[in-house]
């Protein structure tokens, strides 16, 4: 049996208000985890927010900015500037903001940002709507799903946030999520080791906003790799597209038939979410040349 | 000098320096994860009661001297069962409802036979003080001599042949189990100290009354009587019992069977006899008087045997044998399902004018064995009926034990093998003075016979979880298990095969083993692999101070959503109603 | 050393020599010579420091405010509808209290659509916390650029330096460019502080309780009345230093005055020659310049109009539904006075158009003549 005897120190603190089961929770204990004590985070209003605590009490163990809603890129770019003015060069700078953060009103900063190629890590925790303030659609919204603003289903589609910075020919961007742990982690270190801006998509179930049990976050997201929904692969320099791990193909509804706010959808729907999952693996694989490589 | 208020930047903006451990989130949750590890239902399967999983997983790190370790707490004979064990352990592997069962008996032959090539058995550590005998030295006989020693007894073997080893030398075929292994598991098992005595036929003048020294005998002798069937013609030459046939082949003292061979039966025997056949040149028929399905012997030998070249016909039986112009003439039937008999099985009986004939050098019948009659005179009556024996196979009354084929348990190598286990330890407790009933509580395994002998040298008070409750296949989570095929193994083709006695099953190579291995979800016992720390959201999961102890939930922290039993594949952690 | 530059010229020439860090900036007309100017200057590396060419002015100020407070010393500039685009970010700045430097060149707010001088953006974000000082001329700029650093940095909040487009931004007059020696002994080395310490990590601005929030905004009211006293101790100083001095309220010929004209920007200048011109036609007329609006000079401005019976505002801007905002401002301020005063508001100029003496004798004429005051403001326009 394999002891594990090391643990790298936990970043993130317990008594924080996520709901049970949160996924995005989740990830950001992850995350935090391999970013390590020696960085500065940069939150903005989100579920992110929430979970790092209210005055006068903080669940991170590292130095935290709450910034506006749609500047988390700016915000980080400013620390990461100033900490080079002042002389200080190995602390990184990590932003997390949410899909609404990053999808709508901040992409405008983040793509100046990136386009700036400015020097921090930008994590997107995607929960697909803003959940901070309910369950409202926003453009990282799949189609179809219900929310609260699109109570008969979503008719648009989610919008392409890899593609989105990889024409930014930013030098690093990778999608992740819990189901894969080690694959996230290992992402961030990659991230930490680089320069630049460096832009993670990670995949955060709501269980309260997708409608699903308290503990299938982190189910729902290895079936969402697994069914193609969301696959996991890098970036880098906006050309060099690698895929991380060779998904077993299952159907989508494997994925649907995990949370309700997918329940009403026909077969007619689902196989328009087939075909969309079809043909993001397809064009994954054309820009991969068919590679698979774990992170390296 | 200090500064207004106003401009004190320590002052001016908020900054929480406090942690939000303050709020004991705890409160929130009404369920509360339960750390429980579970019997692995491989293990509740295995008659012999092997920790399977432990072993796996000791081989999968590299730890082949562990692993091997580890199968000798209960099986002396790893290299054996993982040549011919019908492993039962498979058929309950719950990662058959995922993909494939894991190749268990694949990974138990390596083992062993690393075993074989580097390791011996430990010495006693303690001596009993007591001396036993051991009559028939079979697999059960074995066991029993070796689980014994361990006890700290003193153990003779005694032995009707030259050589040791019973059904294992002289029933099953090298091309199944090399001789070769045989000798070296009998051997390494007789490294322990272990003495024997050859030529030892039990009813022969002076033979009980030498037992009579010692303070328990347990008797092993197999089943080596054949069942007739009761038609015309079986006493003609030409017409053999399986067991004989494939003795004398065994034995060196046949090379050569008269023409084309017909088999008669449904089981291991037959089908062994069938392709030892083959192996002789001849041209080989298999009837069997019920469905290929409902045959006895396990369908990866059928399967062979069918590749080999012989041919099966079901549901037919001979009715009656004459002499022919040097040949058998066989006179068959077709059958016709019944109703089932007291095994449950459906009984056919022969169809009114279905009669046809088939012409065959020899008649090899094997539909079953007896126990072999030997006079007692004041000792256990032997045969021909398997012998009656208490709970823990004792002889009523007696200080006799019985095991293997002569005992009532299924006539499979592995139930033999835990009988002789049994038995030791049952002889042990009665020349102790101990309650077996007291001590069966403790180390049995699951609801069946096997019981763990580790667990009991290990002298704990209460017995392990891993013992007890089994996991299901609910409490696996599949949906973690990195899917992979179960890998196949090498084999000689049907043409080599068949040519002659060599193994025809390959060695598992790194690689194989690697894969089995690595397929194996360790069921029911925690490896430490630590999930259920890393995905807890509230990191409310309290992992062990020392590797191999157990992780609890922080219950100041622990929100009750149960992703540390979602994400436990095991199946060690389920979630309670927490108070 | 003497340059014939333009304002957008001579602030930028303060940022440079105040050693600034970060500079997040984006163009907007007339702005824009501002940017280039220090970006010529990054080329060369003559600047110090680093700049952000940022995508639009809301992320220049998030940059800032971001930089600032990792301890950086920082500097944008703007105007109107990149200003209006920037509001959400100045109370944040302000909130946050990060001495963040700002250049707001004026300029009229779309729609529609117009690039000349109004005083209607800047004085639209005097609800935000930040210091609002509005300059006369170049040398102004560049002397408050100075002293904005040394005031922010003082009191933890930011400052805006206001000039407006083209009379000033880009208009070219003599200006002293002081030596970089002098100006390290006004303004200190960089020591703004640092939120972000890893060895002592906190969470900086999180979400607080109702009262927490009205503490910290009472703490910041407390602060723009201290900086009232540094703004004045400053530019004492800077007047020792460099031999120039603005004060926050500057009073010109009001010692006999019987009417009070109260002008900012460059309305003052014109004024001064329209002051010339009057007290040579006999009128006892004094000027008056706000220069400091926010925090407001209240004290400083009763001392000098109490007893005065007539004042005249003028406003190159506009609160609509109103009237101009100084005249607002200073008749609130004026409401404990022991002496009722007139007080009339006169708006000119809006747009960017001019104001010339003839329109400054006229509007004194006007407010010398009325027997009382109106409600709104008197609109002037050239013709008028």
């Known amino acids: 049996m394999t002891p594990n005897t090391s643990r790298p120190q936990e970043i993130l603190r317990s008594g924080h208000a996520a709901c049970p089961g949160c996924g995005l929770a989740i990830g950001m204990r992850l995350v935090l985890r391999a970013l390590g004590r020696r960085a500065v985070v940069v939150v903005v209003p989100s579920c992110v927010a929430v979970v790092t605590g209210p005055y006068p009490c903080s669940a991170m163990e590292v130095p935290v900015f709450h910034s506006a809603f749609e500047i988390a890129a700016p915000t980080a770019a400013g620390i990461a500037n100033a900490m080079k003015v002042r002389g200080v060069n190995d602390i990184p700078v990590l932003a997390f903001a949410g899909d609404g953060g990053t999808f709508d009103i901040g992409l405008q900063s983040l793509s100046g940002a990136a386009d700036r190629n400015e020097d921090f890590i930008y994590v997107c925790m995607d929960n697909e709507a803003y959940m901070n303030t309910g369950i409202q659609v926003s453009s990282a919204t799949p189609q179809f799903v219900w929310t609260g603003t699109s109570p008969a289903g979503n008719t648009r589609r989610k919008k392409k946030i890899m593609e989105i910075m990889a024409a930014h020919r930013i030098p690093y961007a990778a999608t992740a999520c ?33 409608k699903m049990a308290e503990d299938m976050s982190p189910k729902a997201t290895l079936t969402a790799v697994e069914t193609n929904i969301f696959p996991l692969y890098e970036i880098v320099d906006g050309l060099e597209y690698t895929i991380n791990y060779r998904s077993k193909g299952l159907p989508v509804e494997r994925y649907l038939a995990l ?29 991969s040349h068919g590679i698979v490589s774990p992170v390296a | 000098m200090s500064q207004p208020r106003c401009i004190d930047p320590e002052k001016i903006i908020p900054i929480s320096r406090s942690t939000t451990g303050v709020f004991k989130t705890g409160t929130w949750g009404g369920h509360f994860p339960e750390y429980r590890e579970k ?37 002396p004979l790893p290299s054996v069962c993982g040549r011919v064990c019908y492993h039962p352990c498979e058929q309950d592997c719950l990662r058959r409802d995922v993909d494939e069962a894991v190749p268990i008996h694949r990974v138990e032959r390596f083992v062993g036979d690393y075993g074989l090539d580097n390791l011996s058995f430990p010495e006693p550590i303690k001596s009993a003080g007591a001396a036993v005998a051991v009559v028939g030295s079979g697999p059960a006989g074995l066991s029993c001599a070796y689980h014994a020693r361990r006890l700290g007894c003193d153990v003779t073997i005694f032995e009707e042949r030259e050589l040791l080893g019973g059904m294992m030398r002289l029933g099953i075929p090298a091309y199944r189990l090399p001789r070769a292994i045989v ?53 003609l030459s030409g017409v053999i019992g399986g067991l004989e046939f494939l003795k004398q082949v065994n034995m060196g003292q046949r090379s050569e069977v008269k023409g084309s061979v017909v088999v008669m039966g449904g089981g291991n025997t037959a089908i062994d006899a069938a392709r030892v056949a083959l192996r002789l040149g001849a041209e080989t028929t298999i009837l069997y008087r019920r469905s290929r399905q409902e045959m006895p012997a396990s369908a990866e030998e059928i399967s062979d045997a069918l590749r080999e070249g012989a041919a099966l016909l079901e549901r037919a039986l001979p009715v009656g044998v004459e002499s022919a112009n040097g040949d058998l003439k066989i006179t068959c039937a077709r059958t016709e399902a019944g109703n089932a008999d007291e095994s449950g099985r459906l009984s056919y009986a022969p169809l009114e004018g279905s009669e046809f004939t088939l012409t065959a050098g020899t008649l090899i019948v094997a539909v079953g064995q007896s126990v072999e009659v030997i006079c007692g005179g004041g000792r256990p009556a032997i045969g021909p009926q398997p012998m009656t024996v208490e709970p823990f196979l004792r002889i009523a009354g007696q200080n006799y034990f019985a095991g293997g084929d002569m005992a009532p348990i299924p006539r499979r190598l592995c139930d033999a093998i835990a009988s002789g286990k049994l038995a030791a330890l049952s002889m042990s407790a009665m020349i102790g003075g101990l309650d077996m009933e007291t001590i069966w509580s403790r180390v049995n395994v699951g609801r069946g016979g096997a019981f763990s002998m580790e667990e009991y040298l290990s002298g704990k008070e209460s017995p392990s979880p891993r013992l007890k409750e089994a996991v299901t296949a609910a409490q696996i989570k599949p949906e973690w298990l990195a899917g992979s095929p179960r890998p196949e193994p090498s084999r000689l083709s049907a043409r080599e095969a068949a040519r002659g006695f060599d193994e025809v099953v390959g060695d598992p190579s790194p690689e194989e083993l690697a894969a089995s291995c690595g397929q194996c979800v360790t069921c029911g016992s925690c490896i430490g692999c630590d999930r259920c720390y890393l995905f807890c959201p509230e990191i409310a999961v309290i992992p062990p101070e020392e590797p191999g102890g157990a992780y609890s939930g922080n219950r100041e922290y622990c929100k009750g959503c149960g992703v540390c039993a979602a994400v436990c594949p095991r199946g060690v952690i389920t979630m309670g109603e927490g108070t | 050393m003497k340059k014939f530059i333009t304002g957008n ?89 990060t001495p963040v430097v700002m ?15 109004d005083q209607t953006d800047t004085l639209s974000e005097r609800e935000t916390g930040w210091i609002q000082i509005y300059c006369e001329d170049n040398q102004e700029a560049l002397d408050s650029v100075i002293q904005a650093y040394r005031i922010a940095e003082k009191v933890l909040l930011p400052c805006m330096v206001i000039i407006e487009g083209h009379f000033i931004s880009h208009f070219m007059e003599p200006v002293e460019v002081p030596d970089q020696e002098l100006v390290d002994s006004f303004v200190p080395p960089v020591a703004i502080p640092n939120r972000f310490d890893v060895d002592n990590p906190g969470f900086a601005v999180p979400v607080v309780s109702q009262k927490e929030y009205f503490h910290y905004r009472q703490l910041m009211q407390e602060a723009m009345d201290y900086s009232l006293g540094i703004i004045a101790q400053v530019d004492a100083e800077f007047r020792e230093t460099f031999g120039r001095g603005y004060s926050l309220v500057e009073a010109v010929q009001m010692e006999d005055a019987e009417l009070a004209l109260v002008t900012t920007a460059t309305i003052t200048s014109t004024a001064r020659v329209a002051l010339k011109r009057l007290r040579e036609k006999g009128y006892k007329v004094g000027l008056v310049k706000i220069r400091v609006f926010r925090p407001f000079p209240v004290k400083a401005l009763r001392e000098i109009l109490d007893g005065i019976p007539r004042i005249a505002v003028i406003d190159r801007n506009i609160s609509l539904g109103r009237e101009g905002i100084f005249c607002s401002e200073l ?23 001019n104001v010339d003496p003839e329109l400054i004798e006229r509007i004194v004429a006007d407010a010398l003549a009325r027997k009382e005051a109106t409600d709104g403001p008197i609109i002037m326009t050239e013709e008028s």
């Open chain 1, 178 to 210: 819990i189901g894969f742990p080690e694959d996230l982690m290992a992402k961030v270190e990659k991230a930490k080791g680089m320069r630049g801006t460096r832009f993670l998509h990670l995949l955060s179930p709501c269980p309260t906003g997708w």
């Open chain 1, 259 to 287: 949370q309700g706010r997918y329940k009403h959808l026909g077969p007619e729907e689902i196989k328009v979410v087939q075909a969309e999952a079809d043909r993001t693996w397809a064009d994954l694989e054309t820009r």
């Open chain 2, 39 to 75: 019997l692995s239902t491989c293990r509740g399967a295995c008659p012999a009661g092997e920790d399977i999983p432990s072993y796996i997983a000791l081989a999968r790190d590299g730890d082949l001297e562990g692993a091997f370790y580890k199968i000798a707490q209960e099986n």
């Open chain 2, 183 to 235: 000798d070296r598991s009998v051997a390494m098992i007789l490294a322990t100290g272990i003495k024997t005595r050859s030529g030892f036929r039990l009813g022969d003048a002076g033979t009980w009354e030498e037992l009579d020294r010692f303070d328990a005998v347990f008797l092993a002798l197999g089943a080596q009587g054949a069942l007739t069937p009761p038609f015309p013609g079986i006493e």
């Open chain 3, 9 to 97: 010229h001579s602030v930028a020439e303060a940022v440079r020599l105040c050693r600034t860090q970060i500079v997040a900036a984006y163009p907007i007309t007339p702005q824009t010579p501002i940017y280039e100017k220090l970006a010529e200057w990054d080329a060369k590396k003559e600047l110090g420091g680093m700049m952000m060419r940022v995508e639009s002015e809301h992320s220049a100020m998030a940059a800032c405010l971001s930089a600032s407070l990792a301890g950086a010393r920082t500097f944008t500039a703007t105007s109107s509808q990149g200003l209006a685009l920037m509001h959400e970010m100045l109370f944040f700045a302000a909130g946050c209290r």
């Open chain 3, 103 to 117: 250049a707001c060149v004026n300029r009229t707010l779309a729609g529609p659509w117009a690039f000349w001088s």
């Open chain 3, 331 to 353: 008749k609130a301020a004026l409401i404990h006075s022991p002496a009722p005063h007139l007080v009339q508001g006169y708006v000119a100029g809006i747009g960017g158009t």
